[in-house]
């Protein structure tokens, strides 16, 4: 290496603009101020950052390694090559894309690898845990497809299988997608393949949220029954914000030309090398203690939120988030966040299953293990920041016995998190 790394120069943005250089400083201390309970949510190391925050940003490398529309782009090749054998290597994948700039590209790209506008697609309905690009109308996978969804059971609030294949019997779709962002149970990937095959259908996972949890063997993984998994990279998994598809060799070459030409221009060389940096550090037991970390903690918090008088939907977790009812405390999910968040405690208000308030003001929350354990919590800490969060979600704020609760509660989160701090100072 003859020549200096130029990374991020946190100095040069001070002088040159410190209005953005306090953005950035002021987002520093939130995370180290606070908790960061947002399921979808993590602390990527300083090595994925120093890719982020580097000259590969500058590339234009449209094409593939090997096959670009521009020069020079010898060196970013290699950072892409790397990349794709350590992705295949962790997950057992035949194929493996690390272009998509988001989960929502990675679908968009699926869809158009496997189906065309007008085809039915079946995917678990938005309400009860699905995603805005499993068959939203206001997204374009509602609005060019024609979209099934199926539900969870009333009863157990678990996916209905019967209602899955019925539903696929009677619609027969292109694509069958399993995968959810406030689902808390694992999915029964062998019971969808068996599903789609019977109706002929591609099926397809979203794993966004859990592929960090197969990356660390934390939780059975779909590649062995997906025709294509899309994902995105920086939630358990840890890396920098962005997507990726793993597949079978078979549509390696349709799902490619999906992503580039068809969806999407220059890839983020920086951002393909920091998903490279990431794939390393999941391919570590270091990594696969704390994915089997997070799901002990998400476990922990739900008890402990349950002890508090919450329903944990479902009776609980086997991943890294939990989806709370707040109907037994009287609580709405957005007076939860505003409570949370005057508290330095950050978590998403979101639906339930069958919920009865509307979507702005929903009768639950979601929280989530990826960040808390990525600083080094572990059950005894998420018992107490379950004891917190109660208390902060009980809080009459606006009242000035709740907001002398609430600081309170925020004095305690401050000295919870300098023992195991967000980013520590070296
Ligand atoms: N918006 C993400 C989440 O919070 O679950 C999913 O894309």
Not at 402 to 422: F, H, K, M, N, T
Request: glycine share 8%.
């Amino acid at each position: 290496m003859s020549t200096p790394f130029w990374g991020p120069d946190f100095d040069a943005l001070q002088q040159q603009d410190p209005e953005i250089a306090g953005v950035v400083l002021n987002e520093l201390d939130r995370l180290r101020g606070g908790l960061q309970l947002i399921a979808s949510e993590n602390l990527t190391s300083p090595a994925v950052l120093a890719a982020l925050g580097s000259t590969l940003s500058n590339k234009y490398a449209e094409g593939y390694p090997g096959r670009r529309y521009y020069g020079g782009c010898q060196v970013v090749d290699v950072a892409e090559e790397i990349g794709i054998a350590r992705t295949k290597e962790l997950f057992g994948a035949e194929h493996a894309n690390l272009q998509p700039h988001s989960g929502a590209s990675a679908n968009l790209a699926a869809y158009a690898a496997f189906a065309k506008p007008g085809d039915t697609v079946l995917a678990m309905d938005l309400k009860q845990g699905g995603h805005l690009t499993h068959g939203s109308k206001v997204n374009f996978s509602g609005q060019w497809f024609n979209a099934v969804s199926y539900t969870v059971r009333e009863d157990s609030e678990l996916i209905d299988y019967d209602q899955v294949r019925d539903l696929a019997r009677e619609h027969r779709p292109k694509i069958i997608i399993a995968g959810a962002t406030a689902y808390p149970r694992l999915i029964d990937f062998k019971a969808f393949r068996e599903i789609a095959d019977e109706v002929g259908a591609i099926f397809m996972v979203d794993a966004a949220h859990f592929i960090g949890l197969v990356a660390g063997q934390a939780i059975p993984s779909p590649v062995p029954y997906a025709d294509v998994v899309t994902a995105t990279t920086h939630k358990v998994l840890r890396g920098p914000r962005g997507g990726m598809i793993l597949s079978r060799a078979e549509h390696a070459k349709a799902l490619d030309k999906a992503v580039f030409p068809f969806s999407q221009g220059g890839p983020l060389m920086h951002s393909v090398a920091a998903k490279a940096v990431a794939m390393k550090e999941a391919s570590t037991p270091e990594y696969q203690a704390y994915a089997n970390q997070v799901i002990a903690n998400a476990q922990a918090l739900a008890k402990s939120l349950e002890a508090e008088g919450m329903r944990a939907v479902s009776g609980g977790t086997d991943t890294h988030l939990a989806l709370i009812d707040l109907r037994p405390v009287g609580v709405t999910g957005s007076e939860a966040e505003a409570r949370s968040d005057a508290a330095r405690i950050t978590l998403n208000k979101n639906a339930i299953p069958y919920d009865p308030a509307p979507p702005m003001k929903p009768s639950g929350i979601r929280v989530g293990s990826p960040s808390v354990t990525t600083q080094g919590m572990v059950e005894a800490d998420m018992a107490e920041i379950g004891r917190l969060l109660a208390r902060a979600v009980k809080a009459a704020q606006g009242t000035a016995a709740g907001d002398a609760e609430l600081a309170d509660v925020a004095e305690a989160v401050s000295a919870l998190v300098a023992r195991a701090p967000a980013y520590p100072r070296p």
